[in-house]
């Protein structure tokens, strides 16, 4: 299939012409993006926790890891 560069135009031609949205249809649809908004935010900052969390124990589980065995810790600590 070749597209020309002038097919989104050719497109434009056959598309039905648009009607206004009704106030009540942008009202429910600015009420939905609020509240997925909301939702996301919340779970972005879940997230956020949970991360902290994990690092937080990765942390202390190195820490205690150096107290036991120091080589150990550095094979844990090597980057491969």
Avoid: C, G
Wanted: hydrophobic share 40%; charged share 35%; no cysteine.
């Amino acid at each position: 299939m070749n597209f020309s560069p002038y097919e989104p135009f050719i497109f434009r031609l056959y598309m039905r012409e648009r009607k206004p949205i009704p106030a009540e249809v942008l009202d429910k649809r600015s009420e939905l993006l609020r509240a997925w908004t909301a939702y996301k935010t919340e779970q972005h900052a879940k997230d956020l926790q949970l991360i902290d969390r994990m690092e937080y124990a990765q942390h202390k589980a190195l820490q205690e890891l150096l107290e036991e065995s120091p080589e150990l810790y550095k094979k844990a600590i090597e980057v491969s």
